[in-house]
Nanobody, 120 residues
Framework: VQLQASGGGLVQAGGSLGVSCAASGRSFSSYTMAWFRQAPGKEREFVAAISRFDSPWYADSAKGRFTIARDNARNTVTLQMNSLKSEDTAVYYC???????????????WGQGTLVTVSS
């Protein structure tokens, strides 16, 4: 599976932004898809994941503000981010794995990342 993330950019605090990840390869619908992020000087952290059964899971920091969704017909997963804060500034990575996991170290496939900058 190859992943290509897009949609990052600059947004003001309180605004909204969506990032998208396009997957190539077979059996996209059988993969857990996830978003992680990494801020400068910090470790990569979990943001959201969606199972092959379309069940989402969010980090506490994302609950109520972010929405993950998948479109198996288009092989895409999106992360809609609302009420953005300066602390959401990071490079956002999409990831895929055939198992359900929230740990970055357990994901087999990664996109290249897209930068989201939230100005205060």
């Amino acid at each position: 599976v190859q992943l290509q993330a897009s949609g990052g950019g600059l947004v003001q605090a309180g605004g909204s932004l969506g990032v998208s990840c396009a997957a190539s390869g077979r059996s996209f619908s059988s993969y857990t898809m996830a978003w992680f992020r990494q801020a400068p000087g910090k470790e990569r952290e979990f943001v959201a994941a969606i199972s092959r059964f379309d069940s989402p899971w969010y980090a506490d920091s994302a609950k109520g503000r972010f929405t993950i969704a998948r479109d198996n017909a288009r092989n895409t997963v999106t992360l809609q981010m609302n009420s953005l804060k300066s602390e959401d500034t990071a490079v956002y990575y999409c990831a895929a794995d055939q198992d359900w996991t929230l740990k970055a170290s357990e994901y087999d496939y990664w996109g290249q990342g897209t930068l989201v900058t939230v100005s205060s």
